[in-house]
Every structure is written in C-alpha cells, then in structure tokens.
C-alpha cells in the first residue's frame, strides 16, 4: 500500500536538512535557527522543537505578533466561572426575584415549572433516574456543578439575547432553577460568598475518560454461530427520505406525542411550525414581538385583514414595537407553514 | 417487506427480531477476488452499460430526447456561458440534491441543531466546504474578520490579543483531518432508526485546514508552569467553551483560518476556528475569540450536561475526547442500491481519532466471516481513509459490515460489546460495526445485529 505522507516527510526533512548544511557554511547559521525553520519546516512538532531549544540553552526568538492584550480587555471578556467559584463576580440574587425573572426570560421553552417545553431543556426533576431505561438529565440529576448554570446563564441565556442578564439577575435565575431542585430553600438568596455551599447530588456521578473499554479481537472466520444471528429492522417513516424514496416524506414535522390529541391537522402543523420557528420570540416577547396567547397584545393586529398579516409575516414588516424580518428570519420554511404558523398564533391569542 | 410490516417494530433491543437467509459463504468468497483479463474487461463494459443507462434516466427527465448517440447533443451544438458567469463557481444543476440535511425533530428548532454530509456521494477523502455537516448551539454568525480579535491570558507570561492579519503571520500548517460529532450515531444506541447513510454516519467530515499551530502561539504567550488546561471560547451567541488539556495544546492542535484552499465558511467559524485532531468534533471551537490557561478544567455546560457519556449503572464518563476507530460502507448503502447481479465495487469509509488507519476488513454474512479490503489512495494519521473491495454480487441477500483497525491495534467493537459495557443511554461515541443488509433486489436497508 502506497502512504504518501510518510515518504513526503521523509524527503522534507532530508531537504531541510540540506539547506541547513548549506547555510551554515554560507554563515547563515542565524537564519536556519531562526523560528520560521524550527516549527514551519520537517514536519516536525515545534512543541518539541521549542522545548529542545530551551533545553539546549538555545533562547528562543518569539515572532513578537500581536498586541499585549490590556486588563480591561480581558476583563471584557473574561467570563468563565470554575466549579472553585474562580470568576464569580460580586452581586446576589434571590430565588423569589429569579423566580420573576424566570417567568418572564425562561418559562417559555423550559417550562413554568423547569419541565421543558417540546424539545427544549428540562431543568428540575429526574433525580434517581439515571440509571432507568429512560434516564431524565436535569439540573438537579445530573449536573455536577452550580458554577456552571451560573456560567452558562450568563454566557449563552435567555437563548434569543445571550449576554444580556446582569450580574445580580443571574445570581437570581440560578437560585430559582436550584430551588425548582429543592437545592435551596424558596427564601434563599445566592451570592460570590455562598456559592460555595451548593452541593449538587449528582457530584460524584462523573469520572475521567477510561476508553479504550472493549477489546474486540480481530476474529477472521467462524465468529459467531450463523444460526444465532437476529435482525432488527430499521423503524420506518421517521427519516427525511423524499430524496431517495418514491412516497417519502422530507420530515416528519412533528411527532405524534407532541402532537395535541385535540388538535386538527392543520393546528398541529401550525403549532410545529411556531414551537420550532416562531415561539423563540414569539414565546418572550423579545424584539418586541407579541407574544402568542396574549390577547392585549394581539387584539390590534387580529382586527386588521388576514391577508396583510399573512403578508407581514412572508416579507417581513417594521412596526412600531419592533421588527419582524421576513419568515421571522426562518427563509428556509414555505409559505403555507409561515401562514399556518399565523393561524395558529391568531386562534391562540384572540 | 412493506413499511406497514416495520411499523410494528419497536426500536428496543427486546423488539420484534426476525432473521433472514444468510448467502452461502463459499459462493461468496469464491467470487469475491480482485478483477483480472476478461473479467476485467467484463466490469468496464458493466460500468458502461451502468453509465448509459444513469445518462438516459437524467437526460430524459430534463429535456427532450435526442442528445444520445447516434444524435448530436444540444450542447454540442450550441455556446455555453463566459468566464465569470458565476464569478463563484457551484456544482451542476444536476446535483441538486447532493446536499446536507437533516432530522428535523432531532431539535427544538434549527438555530441550535445538526445537519449531516452526503456521505454516499462523496468521493476519495476531502468534503467539499458547502457540504460539511454543521453544528451550531446558537446559529451561524457573521463576524466581520477586521472586528474580531483572537484573545490569549490566563497562567500566562504575556497576555496577547491578535488580529486575524497578525494570525496569517505565524508560520502556517495545512493538515487533512477528518472532524466527526461524537454524536454521529447516537440516534441508533436502541435501535435502527435511519434510513439513510446520510443519517446514520454523516456527522462526519474531512477538509485540508490551514493555520497555525496552538503550540506556535503558546510560546509566544508563554504559558507558566502551571497551566494545564486551555479553555477554548467561541464568539456566538452560545459562546460555546470547552476545557482542552496543555498535553494536546501543544501536541497537534490547530488555530485555522482556511479549509480546502480557502478562508473558513461562516458554517465552520470564520473567521477562525480550534482544530482538536481526531477528537470529538465539539472541542473543535468555532469563532474562536479567547483562550484561557488555567490550572483545572472548567467544567462548561457542553463537558458536564451534554458530551458526557451516561453508563448503564447511571454514572457518565467525562472528557470523553477522541473518536475511536470507526468505518461504514458507503456503497452500497440505501441511498446507493445495486441494480442486477454482477461486479461492484464495494467502497467505504475508516477513520481513527488516534491516529493511521491500519486495515479495514468486510463481512458478507453478518461478521461470521471476515476478508481484508484494500486501503485506497492516501492513509494519513486522523483523516478519513478510503477502502474498496471487488466483488461479483450473485443476486442474494447479504448482511454487509466493515470492521477498521487502526495503528494502536484497536479493533472496531460490534454493538453488543459496546452496550454490554456502556448500556444504551450514552448518546455520545458509538462507533460499531454497521450492518447494511443488501436484498435480493438490490436495495439496502439499515439494520442491527444486537
């Protein structure tokens, strides 16, 4: 078999090699030491050429790019927290203001009770289910740490305006998802100097990679028993096959678990379409979206001609509370589910 | 078999088993040699009647007929456009659905969701940039490359902030690497559940990548005594983090701005992104704004609640990083069925996240019985490599599977040994021997041994 890397790298380094000969008799020494040679040249890993330079008492010439990055840059940016509570800021939140501000910034995908929306996260319950045929990774089963729903908080939620929580609105959204645990009691308020004292159960549940685990030997003939072999088969109609397959379907937009019982099949592929594409704003309001089921928020635009919401919602429309871009920025979605996808957040908000 | 018939099927281990036929082994193996003289002759009249009969079946569904011998093509008979008619080159109209896709219900919605490469059509080992599979926890964002800075602190001598211009100075490196989701898979721990290779392999991809290596721009911060672990942050709204320890720092990671020949899509972190060789594709962190030393890991969201591997007695594994040996034959796969009896080339894909692939066996039968597959083309430490094997289809239902080894002398495990040792509820890592039963009509459908 023919690998072409190996022999490659074998003729560089004899290259290399050459050319370093050669400089050195020019005089050139200074040059074929210099840093571009070392990590660019022979395939060679310039970790280890670097520290073999320094090893030899070679001093090692940096490239000198790039600025010195100042203290207020860094703090700019700076925003991870370490499950020793290093990087926490100053400030504090209480679970009774996390649980307004959770009400408003998180029950709409998460749930009111931390229970998760659709697909969207759960948040609170599931203790003692790992182990289970159907395990429930919540916050309080499975994380091991509260340094990281706070970091996470801050750096990635609410998942519409990331980094948009003060300090002290996510000391209080912590201690709310933590009291929807039963980790802290309804009147506790979390601070930099209390962090300390969380202790999440599942704490120890975790332990370093330790792979390989199965040793498969390399069996040629005879490996199992021809008679013993059972097939399962491929569970048919939940693959996008339209591509390959006469009858198939793109996608199954909603599976029937989800899907209201109640529900006509139109409200269905509307309320998929919304849970999916539209309730990201349409669920908190943000960007000043009315928000679906709210009536005062509705009742002007229910009065105006459907066709003109249908319009709004296609092509996009500037309003006097905020913006909605075409589709709701979701061009990947036709019209009829956009129009259903209204009609779904009309019936639900008249 | 009827769908109807499948919808009984439960996707647990204790669903509904049936058993087929397996092809007599001696047949097989008596046929499968590699092609010589006449029989050689033979496969490339096959593959032109093949390529004939492709042609007839496009060329008829877009215009007229005509355009096939003894008639001279329309457009031999007329001009095609200029230069710089697509200043931007794209792919023929043709091979529109040569696309990624994905699984909608996968995900609550598509701005933090996965999308899969067209494995069955790619060809040798490089993904084209428009069709690497994607991953994004907060959507794509479109960084404008003269406003973002590339931040380096933390246990270090000097504190340094670059400019993309200032990267592109440091000597650069261009590897082929493959980067895989070390989700890949994971939809069929319980059960098949795919219809499609695209679906059940194509969180995988592999590009040539251009940068610089992290070691390089740790010198130049030097790095203090000790640091051990480097934090890797992106610049999205999800501003995704992830702990990498120093020992791979300065080993083989990358700091890339270019994939095959030019500057990273937005889809893979332009303006600049990690490249973790070989290991879960998560750590790969796209936009890369900031990298931290310190002297434990970090313990973000994406090392602890997801990319954590659930056992069976309810305790998970952690910084879970390399994807282990793995391989899935492509051809035939069900988006790529045989048609009549006679040569195919069976071809399919290896790759290991610690290092060269050494070979690649195939069963017929299922994995009673195991035939070397020659490697194709280049075997290069962490990239994908190609295999193929000849073989002369005598019209019968087959179990087809491939089994990788790589340099360290791991075996790809079969199902059963990975669930006897982990249970089915880790999501993450599963790289078993792939059973595509090919039918005596020539499709192929997805299925499990357990």
């Known amino acids: 078999m023919f690998r072409f890397p190996d022999l490659q790298i074998i003729k560089r380094v004899a290259a290399v090699l050459t050319l370093a000969g050669a400089m050195t008799l020019l005089g050139c020494s200074e040059k074929a030491s210099s840093p571009e040679k070392q990590s660019g040249a022979a395939g060679q890993k310039p970790s280890g050429a670097l520290m073999k330079a320094s090893a030899d008492g070679v001093k090692h010439e940096l490239f000198s790019v790039g600025q010195p990055a100042t203290q207020a840059q860094i703090e700019g940016w700076d925003i991870d927290v370490r499950p020793d509570g290093l990087g926490l800021p100053e400030g504090e939140g209480s679970v009774e203001d ?12 998460h749930g009111t009770f931390g229970e998760g929306e659709g697909r969207w996260p759960k948040l609170a319950g599931g203790m003692g289910t790992l182990s289970q045929e159907r395990p429930d990774k919540t916050v309080g089963s499975y994380w091991p740490y509260a340094s990281t729903l706070w970091d996470y908080i801050r750096r990635a939620m609410p998942f519409p305006a990331p980094q948009s929580l003060a300090v002290d609105e996510v000391y209080a959204i912590t201690a709310y998802v933590l009291n929807l645990n039963d980790l802290v009691d309804d009147d506790f308020v979390l601070s930099r100097d209390n962090f300390n004292s969380i202790k999440m159960p599942n704490k120890d549940g975790f332990f370093i990679d330790d792979r390989p685990d199965v040793k498969n030997p390399r069996c040629l ?91 709004h919602a296609l092509e996009g429309f500037q309003g006097e509370s905020g913006v909605m871009p075409a589709k709701g920025g979701q061009t990947q979605l036709d019209d009829i589910a956009v129009k259903a996808a209204v009609d779904y957040m009309l019936e639900q908000s008249h | 078999m009827s769908d109807s018939d499948n919808k009984n099927m439960s996707q647990g281990s204790g669903g509904l088993l049936r058993s087929k036929a397996m092809p007599s082994l001696k047949t097989l193996s008596g046929e499968a040699e590699p092609l010589k003289g006449g029989d050689r002759r033979g496969f490339l009249k096959g593959l032109l009647a093949m390529t004939g009969a492709a042609a007839t079946g496009q060329v008829s569904a877009v215009t007229s007929r005509g355009n096939l011998p003894p008639e001279v093509p329309s457009w031999t008979k007329s001009l095609g456009r200029g230069v710089v008619s697509k200043p931007y080159g794209t792919p023929s109209v043709y091979e ?13 919605e598509s701005i933090s969701s996965i999308s899969m490469s067209p494995l069955h059509e790619l060809k040798g080992l490089i993904t084209p940039n428009g069709l690497v599979f994607e991953r994004y926890h907060a959507g794509v964002p479109e960084i404008d490359p ?88 992106g610049a999205d709204g999800a501003a995704m983090a992830r702990s990498i320890p120093i020992e791979k720092a300065l080993d083989d990671t990358l700091v890339v701005y270019a994939q095959n020949g030019e500057a990273l899509r937005p889809e893979q972190g332009y303006p600049v992104r990690l490249l973790n060789p070989g290991w879960e594709g998560n750590t790969s962190v796209k936009w890369l704004r900031r990298l931290e030393i310190g002297d434990q890991p970090w313990h973000m969201r994406e090392e602890t609640s997801k ?29 790529k069925p045989w048609q009549n009896a006679g040569w195919y080339e069976i071809e399919g894909l290896a790759w290991s996240g610690r290092g060269a692939i050494k070979a690649v066996d195939i069963s017929f039968d299922g994995g009673v019985n195991w035939l070397n597959a020659p490697l194709k083309g ?53 790289n078993a021997i792939h059973t595509w039963r090919v039918e005596a009509d020539g499709s192929v459908r997805n299925v499990q041994i357990p």
């Open chain 2, 307 to 335: 990319y954590t591997d659930l056992m069976a007695d309810g305790r998970a594994r952690k910084f879970t990083f390399v994807q282990e040996c793995n391989s899935v034959i492509t051809s035939p796969c069900p988006e």
């Open chain 1, 98 to 109: 996390g649980e307004m501000l959770y009400e408003d910034k998180c029950a709409s995908c």
């Open chain 1, 221 to 311: 003939s005879g490996c199992l028993d021809p008679a013993t072999i059972k097939i399962v088969e491929t569970i048919a109609g939940i693959t996008p096959t339209a591509h390959i397959k006469e009858g198939g379907t793109d996608a199954r937009a909603y599976s029937e678990e989800e899907a209201g019982g109640d529900n006509t099949e139109a409200q269905s592929a509307g309320k998929s379409v919304h849970d999916s594409a539209c309730k990201i704003c349409h669920g908190s309001g943000v960007a000043g979206a009315p928000i679906t089921g709210n009536s005062d928020d509705w009742q002007a635009r229910i009065k105006q001609d459907k066709a003109l919401i249908y319009q």
């Open chain 2, 146 to 233: 003269e406003q973002h800075r590339l931040m380096i602190h933390g246990l270090v001598e000097r504190p340094l902030i670059f400019t993309m211009e200032e990267l592109a100075r440091f000597p650069s490196v261009s590897e082929i690497k493959f980067i895989e989701c070390p989700a890949n898979g994971g939809m069929e721990w319980k059960g098949p559940q795919m219809e499609g290779l695209q679906f059940t392999h194509g969180m995988l991809s592999c590009c040539e990548w251009t940068g610089v290596r992290l070691s390089t721009l740790l010198a130049e911060v030097g790095v203090k005594p000790e640091g051990k672990w480097v934090l890797a942050e």
């Open chain 2, 96 to 108: 529109k659905d040569v696309v990624r896709r994905t699984v909608p219900w996968l995900t609550a």
């Open chain 2, 378 to 430: 280049m075997v290069m430490a962490k990239s994908l490599t190609r295999f193929g094997y000849r073989f002369k289809w005598p019209g019968g239902p087959l179990l087809l599977q491939s089994r990788a080894l790589d340099e360290t002398g791991y075996v790809q495990p079969t199902l059963r040994q990975l669930r006897e040792q982990r249970g089915v509820n880790s999501i993450y890592h599963k």
